[in-house]
């Protein structure tokens, strides 16, 4: 491509951009998004390099969509289809930036899944979301299966460090953890036990563990699905199902999903580990 067309091309882009920002601003919906869709098809088009100052302008547009407009739906896959020709999970400012957007918005699902391609700086800002939802959505009782099912995710990228800090955060910060390990919540333990033995490359001790722990983690079937694909992508073992990764159980579902807060009037259950 010549001087020329790259100049074009980056006029272009920016010419969509400021429009995209300048109707979303002034709430005229229908334009910002026919530009915006303009503006992902163009990044894509053109192989456009990412920078710091693109991705500040990308961020400003998700941001100016209203939350019931169906141009922000359409906006956001292309600008991560984009950014993942140049990162593997797309850009992590990216990411947070859609987290904290539907954060404000209590849509805990979406927010959650973003969170989970955030850089290790940005494991706080998730452990805090994490505490949040257990607050707002889950009896005491629950709050291990919100912080389990975050691990998971992190253990089914391979994303070891995410996994460890997480969940060293969430148990630090909790407050109805009031114990150190062993933790009275089983599910606690269970991660605690889970990521030791990742550490120690024992595909058996996992298996040992998902055993042990099978009552616990029964309480939502994503779980079972998760720990099969951390053994494949850890140790190359086969998984035994073929169920779907990545998606939220019923329990789950109802915790990260709408409906009125559960409270957390109900106290843990001060059990260490599974009782057959």
């Known amino acids: 491509m010549g001087k020329q067309a790259v100049v074009s091309t980056q006029s272009t882009g920016k010419l969509l951009i400021s429009g995209s920002l300048m109707f979303l601003a002034h709430k005229q919906d229908e334009h910002g998004t026919e530009l915006s869709v303009l503006l992902g098809d163009h990044l894509l088009t053109h192989h456009t390099s990412p920078s710091v100052e693109l991705n500040d302008q990308l961020i400003e547009v998700i941001k100016r969509f209203d939350r019931s407009s169906p141009g922000r739906a359409r906006f956001i896959p292309k600008v991560f289809k984009w950014s993942k020709m140049y990162t593997e999970h ?91 390990f062993p933790y009275q919540e089983p599910l606690l333990n269970f991660i ?9 490359r024992s595909p058996q001790l996992v298996k040992v563990l998902r055993d042990k722990y099978s009552k616990s983690l029964s309480r939502d079937p994503s779980f079972s699905v998760s720990i099969e694909k951390i053994l494949r992508v850890y140790f190359n073992e086969v998984p035994q199902s073929s169920g779907s990764l990545g998606g939220l159980g019923g329990l789950m579902q109802s915790l990260f999903g709408g409906g009125e807060s559960a409270g957390t009037a109900q106290s843990a259950v001060p059990v260490v580990e599974d009782a057959d």
């Open 192 to 200: 605690q036990f889970l990521i030791q033995a990742i550490d120690r």
């Open 90 to 180: 797309g850009d992590p400012r990216i990411h947070k930036a859609c987290a904290e957007v539907y954060l404000l918005e209590t849509d805990y699902a979406t927010c959650c899944t973003h969170c989970q391609y955030l850089d290790l700086d940005g494991v706080q800002f998730y452990s805090q979301t994490l505490i949040e939802v257990a607050r707002v959505r889950a009896y005491n009782s629950e709050l291990g299966l919100i912080i389990t099912w975050a691990v998971l995710q992190f253990l089914t990228l391979k994303r070891t460090e995410h996994a460890r800090r997480i969940f060293k955060l969430y148990t630090a910060q909790h407050p109805a953890i009031t114990t150190p």
